[in-house]
């Protein structure tokens, strides 16, 4: 079924456990996709606060929790201020990230423009989890409606998953 008026032609959906390889896989998924990507990191933060209701605030409220990254959008119209221009254009990255601090990122802009995919990723949260079906009744609203939707789950061998993990517990208690 063609959908008229859609914001972005793919929509991916990505489901992983943390420490499980989500971040390498959608990097190569943004870097090998043609045309323009959006990727908004962990919008159910870890499956805690208000989710599903404040999911999408990473795009649309500031500050936001995680980040976001974009690539094949103009930069000079995703962010505003002169000295983020003047590096871009030096270094001519082709994908580049915004942060919570930066409040020069035009958000709406990014939210509003047509792209060939976005892609968002939930962490600690199953596939079939209840709370997705008013999730997705709410989206098109927050991100307009979606020519294709795909959903990704990312698995991972467990003993890697929980060596990983471990480290991870360990790093954190170290710091």
């Known amino acids: 079924m063609k959908i008229?008026?859609?914001?972005?032609?793919?929509?991916?959906?990505?489901?992983?456990?943390?420490?499980?390889?989500?971040?390498?896989?959608?990097?190569?998924?943004?870097?090998?996709?043609?045309?323009?990507?959006?990727?908004?990191?962990?919008?159910?933060?870890?499956?805690?606060?208000?989710?599903?209701?404040?999911?999408?605030?990473?795009?649309?409220?500031?500050?936001f929790v995680d980040r976001i990254i974009v690539k094949g959008l103009p930069y000079w119209r995703c962010k505003n201020k002169l000295t983020g221009l003047i590096k871009y254009l030096i270094t001519r990255p082709s994908t580049f990230t915004f942060v919570s601090s930066d409040n020069s990122v035009n958000l709406n802009y990014i939210r509003q423009a047509k792209k060939d995919a976005l892609i968002y990723s939930f962490e600690d949260i199953p596939p079939n989890d209840s709370r997705l079906n008013l999730f997705d009744r709410e989206l098109p609203q927050y991100i307009g409606n979606s020519q294709n939707k795909i959903k990704l789950l990312i698995l991972r061998d467990s003993f890697n998953l929980l060596a990983s993990l471990l480290k991870s517990k360990k790093n954190e208690e170290k710091r």
Do not use: C, M, T
């Open 4 to 63: 008229k008026n859609y914001r972005q032609n793919k929509e991916i959906r990505v489901f992983g456990i943390r420490r499980s390889g989500n971040h390498a896989i959608i990097s190569w998924l943004i870097e090998n996709y043609p045309g323009s990507v959006v990727f908004v990191n962990n919008i159910n933060h870890h499956n805690q606060g208000n989710f599903p209701a404040s999911s999408f605030d990473v795009y649309i409220n500031r500050p």
